[in-house]
């Protein structure tokens, strides 16, 4: 069975400063996707970036980018220039290839932002 | 905006009801997948369809089903209602079936007296 795990419950970053937030994942299949989503008050589930697990690069989407460690099944979310609208849920979620089933997610890390 | 729409967006019911949730996928997409989203359990996928067909199960109860239909739309019967099914109801639909990217409706939130 696939698991997603974020260890940090919670995080705090001051506005403008740089945060990263964790998370692992197991899996035994070769073809994946990462994602990270955010989940504001609103309670919507936004798409924040995408990582294929055949590219070897890091995704990157304006101030939030990944570090991704295939072989340590690692997948973190760095967010820079901190933001007070990044304020919110975060979730690292797996998805995989071949067969047909849907994401599997961690618990999330709620991340504020202090002024 | 993602696309997806679900209505209707909250849904206040009593123990032993039964009510159906309707989504609307992004245009294009043609996979459609139902997660349910409660204080204990997280978020958790219940079932995915894919053109019309179901294509996998996750943690669906029994009383729970779904269907997709041939204008591509899903809609999620929850019978048998109890208190802990109270909880936020997302669909989301994607191109292709797993793995492609997911875009979430805005859920629809159900609560059971």
């Known amino acids: 069975a696939q698991t997603v795990t974020q260890s940090q419950p919670e995080m705090s970053v001051q506005e403008a400063e740089t945060v990263t937030l964790s998370c692992t994942y197991d899996?035994?299949?070769?073809?994946?996707?990462l994602f990270w989503y955010k989940q504001p008050p609103s309670r919507q589930m936004i798409l924040v970036i995408r990582?294929?697990?055949?590219?070897?690069q890091n995704a990157t989407e304006n101030r939030f980018s990944v570090n991704f460690q295939k072989a340590a099944k690692s997948f973190s979310l760095k967010i820079s220039d901190s933001q007070l609208g990044d304020a919110a849920m975060y979730f690292c979620?797996?998805?995989?290839?071949?067969?047909?089933?849907?994401?599997?997610f961690g618990k999330g890390t709620h991340l504020i932002i202090q002024p | 905006d993602s696309g997806v729409t679900q209505t209707p967006k909250h849904l206040i019911t009593a123990t032993g009801q039964r009510v159906t949730l309707r989504c609307s996928p992004r245009?294009?997409?043609?996979?459609v997948y139902w997660y349910q989203q409660s204080l204990d359990q997280g978020l958790q996928f219940l079932i995915q369809?894919?053109?019309?067909?179901?294509?996998a199960k996750g943690n669906i109860l029994e009383r729970f089903s779904a269907q997709q239909f041939p204008d591509l739309h899903s809609e999620l019967n929850l019978s048998s209602l109890e208190l802990g099914d109270s909880a936020l109801y997302f669909c989301?639909?994607?191109?292709?079936?797993?793995?492609?990217?997911?875009?979430f409706g805005p859920g629809t939130r159900l609560t059971v007296l």
């Open positions: 245009s294009g997409d043609l996979s």
């Open positions: 989301a639909s994607s191109v292709r079936p797993s793995p492609d990217t997911q875009y």
């Open positions: 979620a797996h998805s995989t290839g071949g067969g047909a089933d849907g994401l599997t």
């Open positions: 990582q294929e697990a055949y590219k070897q």
């Open positions: 369809y894919y053109n019309g067909e179901e294509r």
């Open positions: 899996t035994s299949e070769s073809d994946y996707y």
